[in-house]
């Protein structure tokens, strides 16, 4: 061997060497006073961490964990002292970390084909799984196969909420012994998300005492029809369903078909948290890596969903099974996260360059991912649904510090099934945090959103190459992708934003250090919109998109640049915008005309709405093209036949010989979107491709409309997804007031444009013509006649003592 080959030899060495005596070995065979190498592995986490924490600090470690389950006794804790750590399963999906236990237990016969097992004192049970399967606590209705708790949006139109289907009846409380530690959970009463109550006993009276509803930035009285309760004994009648007495040690459980209860595996939940990141700006855990690992066993957390995140419709829990505060350049990598109780990963505050990739995550309790900042790092933050004070605002453009996170990725994940016990959660939800981009994921079957921007502070998110459908599943009035923009610049009455940016034309990117893009992405919501932009949503570039059902809704805000969007069956939803919003819809493919609501508010002296909307290709008739050129609009746009290359097979590129390539609209790809990990794309959904609906108005036919008008004001009744510009659900109805002259008598009676009318002395008015019922039944005598509007999405009161006739031409 010549000289040359010995040094390459002994190099090899020194690095096996050098790799062997910073790697640490676990195993379920191994035992803690081993020394961790490979053939002496020590048991469990915690001592390999403390294995770890003694090698040289500057030097890198793998900790290599065999397959098996690890029972963790108490939440893992990183800190400083663990920078630069690998840990990571030998075989991907192998090793198992669970925060639960296993428990032996000795089942009998009881009745009805419930079984009982006595169980240790001292032991909680909140979450029971058998053979690896979450089962469901006694529950009053029972679960419905292949519906998820309520499935509210197909029953809401056909369902009646009566004393034989409503949990909460005095009745069906009357044959509850003890329902203390039983729980409501129920709806918002507009569908936007939903609230939870502990209940604690009953009053004299016999009905519950219970305590709870804060789980809604936006709360309401509870949804009439979709409730549920649980975790009460004498519901306890269907297979997979349990309860446990915690008084007497009893567990008692109906098993599923094909359960042997001598044989099964039966766990518990103890920990809230597996893994938590706990570093601080100064002292940050630093390139620590979990690898490979299937997470199992947290607790649910919907009873500490409290805190309000600024003027969205979110509360939070800043807890998950795994956190991260202060922490840089950490990752998780190739995981599955399967069935945790509450949200899955939370960034917390500041942190830096977190990565989230290649992992599979599903049924978990409550959200996917969360970047969630400091709302002390905000100007001015607001919450609830308060109104600006402009003259006391800070107007220092920026975040007041960097306590929020940024710089993280989500890529190539598969995130389905979120939000098993809460409702308003979404796989990737982001609030106060700068620069998150989100790419190569499919999410959907979830029941909100599938990717929530909760308002502008701080902009910087890329969305690309992601497949998000199957979305708003058991909410309404929400999309696929939804985001708020309730920041500074911004408060409910568009008439006030209009005035102060006019005045500071900066104003609405204060709190956005750069724009968020949306791009090369592909979604479908059957229960809203594809994507969603609500109320303030600014500075977003929307571009290379395929939309597939739910079209493109933007409510007010400002520089909204849409281009180069295949819009399937639908079109853009422009409500309630800003005069000279800076908005722009160009180059795009549209199947319909745009569904305007409330764009009274967006009207120029000119008429026109926005900056530029033009350039448009209308997969339909001139009469789509043309129906809103009063506004400025399609001067420009063209019609006909698109010349698609395959849209049987979900390919929206056009040919080459195509009309639409002439006003400007370029082919992106369309076989690029969502996961692209072999073993996650294997398994993952994709949309269903819709049957193409073209519409053939023809614009010489005129149709004869009657017209209504009351107090010098035509009314109106929007309806569906118009609603949404309301604020209200959409099945409420009302009587909108359209445009109201300021020498009117409905201006001199306190109406105001864009009002919508819902009832009048209790009593509820959903169209016109209970309006005219109400006139002609009260128009004699001196009597007080007290009107509920809805204003800039709030209610409120207007008294009048005189009812004038309604006028129909």
Known sequence: ???????????????????????????????????????????????????????PANESVEVVFAAGIYYLPQTVVFTAADNHTTYRSETEGAAILSGGNSLK????????????????????????????ERQRMARFPNAVSGKNVFDSWELSHSAKADSATNPLDPKRISQWENPAGGYIHAMHNALWGDMHWLIKGKKSDGS????????????????????????????????????????????????????????????????????????????SVQNVKLQGFVFRHTDRTF?????????????????????????????????????????TILVNNYNRRIAIRGCYIHDSGASGVVFVGDPAAVRSPLFRYAKQDYKNI???????????????????????????????????????VYGVKVSHCSIYDVPRAGININEGTFGGHVIEFCDVFNTVLETGDHGSFNSWGRDRYWTPSI?????????????????????????????????????????????????????????????????????NNVIVNNSLHPHVWYINSGDIFKHNIVFNRYFPAIMNSAISENGKWGKELDYNYFVASEAHKIKFNANGCDFNSAYGEAEFIDAAKGDFRVKDNSPVLKIGFVNFPMDQFGVQKPSLKAIAKTPVIPELRISCDKPTVVEKTTKYFWMDVEL????????????????????????????????????????????????KIKTIQQLNDYITANNKGNKKHIFTVVRNQSPMKITINQLFALIII
């Open 495 to 563: 008439k006030e934003t209009c005035n102060e940016v006019a005045n500071d034309s900066t104003m609405p990117f204060w709190d956005m250090l750069a724009p968020n893009i949306i791009r090369n992405s592909r979604w479908r919501c059957d229960h809203g919109w594809d994507i969603d932009l609500d109320d303030g949503s600014t500075n977003y570039l929307i571009y290379n998109n395929l939309l597939l059902r739910g079209g493109l809704k933007l409510r007010e805000g400002y520089r909204r640049i849409v281009t």
């Open 394 to 432: 800070d107007r220092t453009p920026g975040p007041k510090s960097d306590n929020y996170p940024a710089d993280c990725v989500v890529e190539n994940c598969l995130i389905t099934r979120t939000g098993r016990d809460e409702k308003q959660t979404a796989p990737v939800h982001i609030s106060m």
């Open 303 to 343: 009873m500490e969903n409290k805190e309000q995140l600024l003027r969205s419709d979110w509360t939070v829990s800043r807890t998950a099974a795994v956190t991260f505060n202060g922490a840089s350049d950490c990752s998780i990598v190739d995981c599955e996260f399967d069935q945790v109780g509450g949200n």
């Open 208 to 283: 519950l005492d219970y305590e709870g509803g804060w789980q809604n930035n936006r709360p309401s009285p509870m949804h009439p029809l979709f409730r549920i309760v649980e975790n009460i004994f004498e519901e306890l009648d269907a297979p997979g369903e349990w309860f446990y007495n915690s008084a007497e040690h009893k567990l008692y459980y109906i098993p599923t078909t094909g359960i042997d209860l001598k044989k099964a595996k039966v766990e518990i939940v103890r920990l809230k948290t597996l893994i938590d990141f706990r570093g601080t700006r100064a002292q």
């Open 716 to 763: 109106k009744e929007p309806k569906g997804e118009e609603m949404s510009a309301f604020g209200v659900g959409f099945d409420e109805g009302g009587v909108l007031f359209t445009l109201v002259a300021e020498n009117s008598v409905a201006a001199k009676m306190g109406f105001r444009t864009s009002d919508l009318l819902q009832g009048v002395n209790g009593v």
């Open 105 to 132: 237990l000795k089942w009998k016969p009881l009745k009805k084909g419930i079984f009982v097992a006595k169980v240790k004192e001292n032991t909680s049970i909140d979450q029971l799984y058998i053979n690896g």
């Open 1 to 55: 061997m010549n000289l040359k080959s010995l040094i390459i030899l002994f190099f090899v060495w020194v690095t096996v060497i050098s790799l062997t005596a910073n790697t640490i070995f676990v195993s379920p065979r191994g035992k803690d006073n081993n020394a961790g190498t490979e053939a002496k592995p020590v048991l469990t986490f915690g001592k390999a961490q403390e294995l770890a924490r003694k090698l």
